[in-house]
Structures are given as C-alpha cells and as structure tokens.
C-alpha cells in the first residue's frame, strides 16, 4: 500500500514554518491595514477617581485619548519649529503630516504604522539632509509615539513585527536611497525595541490581570453555587426525619383506625387501607431520594433534631466559650412546627458561631419573638473586642440561614450595623393551624 503525496504535504517542515510566519504578517499588518478600529473609553479605577475633581470623573475614560492628543500636539510644534511652516505647501504638508498621522493611531491604528513608515522618506527630504535619514528628529519622535500606541491598541505580536518592519525598511533605505548621507537606523531600532518591549510587557500584565480577574470570578460563582447545594443538601437530611417521623404517624395511625371503630364498613377500611399504602409510599420515596443527595460518609444522626426548647443549653454553650449572650423570649411561647422549630435553631447556632469568628470579645443577644403571624429572630451583636483576630470567612453561614428562610416562606436580613457590629433578623411565617398541630 503505497501513500501518496500532495504537494502540501510534500514540503519541507521549514516551508510550513515559513508559511506559517507570513501568515501572521498578514495578519496582524496586512489585514484589515485600513479597518476602523476606534479607541473607546477605558474603565476608571474608583481609588483614583476620588484624586479627581467630580466634574472632570466622567471623562477620566477619555485619559488614553488626551495623551495622544497631547502628544500629536508636541509632535506638530516641533515640526513647525524644524520646517518654519508658513504657506509653502511641502513646509506645511511635513509640520502637519506627523501629527496627523499620531491622531490617526486612535481609530485607524495599523494604517497609521504603515503611513508613519511612508511619509518618513518624504518628511525626511523636505528637512534636508542635515536632519538624519530617513528619520528626521520630527519623524523620529513621531514614528516612535506611533510604534508605542499601536503596540499598546494591538497584540503582543504586532509588536515585534512592526519592529522587524522597520528595521528592514531603514535597511532598505539605507542601503539604496542613503547615498551617503548620515543615518539614525541604530538609534532609532534601539529605542523602539525598548519602548516596544516595555509596553509588550505592560500588556502581558494586563491580560494576565484580566483573566485572573475572570477565572477568580468564574470561581466565586462556582464557589457560591456548590456552598448553596450543601446548604440545600444538609437542610434536606435534617429535614429528612421531621418528614418521615410525620408520614410515620400517618401511616400508623391510618392502620390502627378500623380497629377502633365497631363494624366499620368496607368502605371505610377501604380508605384508611389506600391512606396508609400512600402514606408508605411517600415515605419509601422520600428515603429513596435522600439517599441520592447523602455523602457516602453520612450517618444519620441518633439523637432527635433540635427545637426552639433546646437554645437554653445552646447559649450555655457558647457562654462557656466566652461569649457573653443575652437572650430574650417575646410573645406567648407555643410549638410550632417541627420544621421551623428546627430551622430557627439552626439560624441561631450559625448566627453565633459567625460572632465568636468573626467579632471575639463582642456581646450578642437573641430575640426570638412569638407574634400572631410567625416567629421573629434577631440575633446582633457589637464590635469585635480584645487582642483575638477575627477569623476569615467565605459568608457560607448567611447563605445556609438565608436557605433556610427562603424555604419556610419568610425574609431575612442580615447587615452591619452602625455601632461597627452585625444583625441578622428574620422573620418565618407560621398559620395558626398549623402551629395548633
């Protein structure tokens, strides 16, 4: 079996490397030379836009445009100075061409490359021969400014082949429209290659801040997003007993009900029968789809889940710790439903646990207000006291108390307060039928 070969395929690998290499030339200068590519406003730091008089900070984005600007300003008055423009037309054309072609940088920046490069000879000629060739001083500052704004609009590669670009266009005038006359190609390759390079190196930085900037947010989301499926996963296993327990008592209740009734007819067997199959259906379901979301290291928990009965000995706990506690009970104290009984607990254990991480040293009190409608929490405390560190967190315990009121139908804050400590308040709605329960 013999394999045939294309004459693609046929070249040498330096041919491909080659190819390869004027490819990029194109496109990065060859390409889209005249396309209209405007420079837009640039994001302003708010740390430096407090420096700034509030009637200039609207325009601080236009920074970029006034530089250049200011430049092609600087530009002009030194060919105006060098040429003494007056109204003779090639005078004028090489005091104003310089400065137009900077200007031209800001929409139109690989044409203006390639016209600083054109209009050098030219310049250069009307100047005299005194003035260096083919760069004269006007055209040497010019082209440099040039070099460094494109360099700055473009990528990091268009750098290096603007450079290579200008070395073999001096090489090339030099060598045959030189005729003897004094060159300024050394200094003018060497200094671009270190303003090339300094803003090459400007650049790298800045996309490596941007994207560092993109995948720390990219992971922030997905930070955020996993913390809020653990939140909903550990409120679906504790939730998880209070349910079965429930549907327990149906289903037991459902079975034993005949038998306390003399006689009773079929149709009442009937539908307590349907009752306690369904009640032992859903608990069959709910176990089933527990499993999905429990860790395999998981183990439910032996002692029954906590109530609102149960935040004396939480307090006593946190007290032995060094947190001094005041809590305070409002309202006719009644049982509510195991759900929210639960779920209030444990907003305010991690609503502690947050002040002895966050503000050692600092006093707490806890409201719990029972009122007509539901059940009010407010846990705050002060400011951090004494030589201890706050210890950092990631704002996980917010986000699992605010689940949980999201949840039970209620609202939730939970901010700074003025004093320099925090407040987290919420507020469970609770139907009185159910409360009665």
């Not at 693609?8 to 889209?32: I, K, M, W, Y």
């Not at 060094?322 to 104290?333: D, F, P, Q, R």
């Not at 907003?347 to 009190?365: D, T």
Request: proline fraction near 6%.
């Amino acid at each position: 079996m013999t394999q045939t070969q294309t004459p693609e395929t046929s070249r040498a690998p330096e041919f491909h490397l080659f190819q390869a290499v004027l490819g990029g030339l194109r496109q990065d200068l060859f390409r889209d030379a005249t396309a209209y590519r405007p420079l837009q406003p640039t994001a302003v730091n708010p740390k430096l836009a407090r420096f700034v008089p509030k009637s200039i900070r609207p325009h601080l984005g236009l920074f970029p445009h006034a530089v250049v600007a200011f430049l092609a300003l600087i530009v002009f008055a030194m060919a105006y100075e060098e040429f003494h423009a007056g109204f003779a037309p090639l005078a004028l054309f090489a005091a104003c061409a310089p400065a137009v072609i900077v200007l031209l940088t800001l929409v139109r920046p690989v044409l203006a490359f390639w016209a600083s490069l054109a209009s050098a000879p030219v310049i250069g000629y009307i100047a005299g021969f005194d003035a260096g060739w083919p760069y004269s001083h006007v055209t040497f500052f010019s082209h440099l400014v040039v070099l460094g704004v494109v360099a700055a609009r473009t990528r990091p590669r268009t750098a290096a082949w603007m450079w290579l670009v200008t070395a073999a266009f001096c090489l090339f005038t030099e060598m045959l429209l030189g005729m003897g006359r004094s060159s300024d190609v050394v200094p003018l390759l060497f200094t671009a290659a270190l303003l090339l390079l300094f803003v090459t190196v400007l650049q790298v930085r800045r996309q490596a801040d941007r994207e560092v900037t993109a995948q720390q947010t990219v992971t922030a989301q997905e930070r955020s997003r996993r913390t809020l499926l653990e939140e909903r996963t550990t409120i679906a296993r504790e939730l998880h007993d209070v349910v079965a327990h429930h549907m327990s008592v149906v289903a037991i209740q459902a079975e034993a009900a005949p038998y306390r009734v003399e006689n009773p007819p079929p149709e009442l067997e009937q539908a307590f029968l349907t009752i306690r199959e369904n009640a032992v259906a859903a608990l069959t379901e709910l176990r089933r789809i527990l499993g999905v979301v429990r860790a395999e290291d998981y183990e439910a928990p032996d002692a029954p889940q906590p109530t609102l009965a149960d935040l004396d000995s939480l307090v006593r706990n946190v007290q032995e710790a060094g947190l001094v506690v005041e809590k305070t009970v409002t309202g006719a104290v009644r049982e509510l439903p195991q759900g929210v009984e639960l779920s209030a607990y444990r907003i305010v254990q991690e609503a502690l646990s947050n002040v002895l991480r966050h503000a050692p040293g600092a006093a707490a009190k806890v409201e719990v207000s029972y009122v007509l409608g539901g059940l009010g929490l407010r846990i705050a405390n002060g400011p951090a006291r004494g030589l201890v560190k706050p210890s950092p967190g990631a704002g996980h315990g917010i986000t699992g108390m605010r689940e949980r009121v999201t949840m039970l139908g209620g609202e939730m804050t939970a901010e700074a307060t003025e004093d320099g400590g925090y407040e987290v308040a919420a507020f469970v709605p609770v139907n009185r039928e159910e409360s009665d329960q």
